[in-house]
Structure formats: C-alpha cells, structure tokens
C-alpha cells in the first residue's frame, strides 16, 4: 500500500511553546490530506482537511488559530499547534488517499505531551 | 448526518476462538466502507474497503462482509497477534471535502489470549 510518513513519533513541550508535526506522502502525490485527534481509548476525531494551495477546511469546534494547517506541496502537509496547553496533550494522526474515491493511508500518528 | 456505531466495545476471545465484530452505519449515500486494524501507539492500517452489498473480501484470518445497513468482520481461528483495536469507517456521497472524508466508529478493541 502507499506510505504516509508523520514526524515526529512523539514530542513533549513546554506549555506556551508551539509544536510542529509533518506529514508527507513518500510514493504518491496528495492534493488532500486530513489531521485527527484521538484521546485515549477513543476513536479518531477529524480536526481539518489539508488542501494543497488552498485554506484547510476546519471541523466545528476547531480552533483555527490554534491548530494551524500548511499544505504547502503535493506531497506534505503540516500542522502546528501553537501556544500548546496540557489539555491539547493527545494523538495526533494524518492521513491521505492516493486519488479520489479511494482508501487513506494513515502515518504513524504523533503523541504530543505537553507539561 | 453518518453515523457509524461499532460493536462490541471489547472483545476477549481464546485463541482459535472465532467470532465477528460488527459495525452500524447510517449514512446518506454510502460512497464505501473501511476496515483499519490500529496497534497501540500506531496509526490505522487499511484492511479492506467495501462498496455495495453483499461484497466480501478476504484477508488470511479476516472477511469482511456488506449489507445495506451494517458490516461485519469475521475472525477465523484468531490468533493473539490479532490483538488490536479494529475500526470501520464510512466515506459518504457528497462531502465537500474531496470525497474521501472518513467517518469513524468507536472501534472494537480484541484481545485474544493463547
């Protein structure tokens, strides 16, 4: 299947710094790509949907401003959490399909722990 | 709005213990159904994608089956390496965002003891 690489694995920051985690697509390319959130025991909650050379599409209840979105190439997307706080501690997870109408292939997910 | 309920929350089978884990879903036009296998601490691995009812696929211990209204997975002789959470997701006719938004149920987490 194709392969979707997210860095880091897993991050621990100091509360009021900003993270970045990185997606990229390493054999195809991605005009989309879709960030979740997954608290422990719990399923993925879709956050924004990535779109190359455009806004990304945010989920109700998304603060924009704090979980901001770069889908600068074809083949990586980014999302930065900014001003992180304890509570923003959680799995962060990619994903991209490969065409239209197809399965996505998700990364390894991010574990962010902010103290 | 999808919906996409799975069941049982948990599961704990004995090896070679067959069962099926199943998975609701309502939504307004069903574009396909997925099946992703997620370890601790990992992201989903895709397992099988189904569109239409009646369609099955197969995977070594694992079949995946489609009706208009639910989807189940079938174990077969699990093993304890099939511990994990299993989760099915619905991709929708319509959705603004490319059409390949997911939405996902709540995941099966089976254990399977030797």
């Known amino acids: 299947g194709a392969v979707v690489s997210q860095h880091p694995s897993w991050v621990i920051c100091k509360s009021g710094t900003s993270v970045k985690i990185e997606c990229r697509s390493l054999d195809f390319q991605a005009t989309t790509m879709f960030w979740y959130r997954q608290f422990p025991k719990q399923s993925l909650m879709l956050m924004a949907t990535s779109n190359e050379g455009s806004k990304a599409t945010y989920e109700q209840g998304v603060e924009k401003d704090k979980f901001l979105i770069n889908h600068a190439s074809l083949t990586l997307s980014t999302l930065t959490v900014t001003s992180a706080h304890p509570e923003d501690s959680s799995f962060y997870i990619c994903?991209?399909?490969?065409?239209?109408?197809?399965?996505?292939?998700f990364g390894q997910g991010t574990r962010l722990t902010v103290v | 709005e999808d919906q996409v309920t799975q069941s049982p929350e948990a599961l704990r089978l004995q090896e070679g213990e067959s069962s099926s884990l199943n998975c609701s879903y309502t939504?307004?036009?069903?574009?396909?159904l997925f099946w992703y296998r997620q370890d601790p601490g990992k992201g989903p691995e895709f397992l099988f994608t189904?569109?239409?009812a009646g369609e099955e696929k197969e995977k070594e211990r694992l079949k995946a089956t489609l009706t208009k209204k639910e989807s189940f997975l079938h174990i077969t002789a699990p093993k304890p390496e099939d511990s994990a959470t299993y989760l099915c997701?619905?991709?929708?006719?319509?959705?603004?965002?490319?059409?390949?938004?997911?939405?996902f149920g709540g995941g099966t987490r089976l254990m399977v003891k030797p």
């Open positions: 189904l569109y239409s």
């Open positions: 997701a619905v991709q929708a006719w319509g959705n603004n965002n490319a059409g390949n938004m997911l939405t």
């Open positions: 939504v307004s036009g069903l574009r396909g």
């Open positions: 994903s991209a399909p490969t065409s239209v109408n197809t399965e996505a292939f």
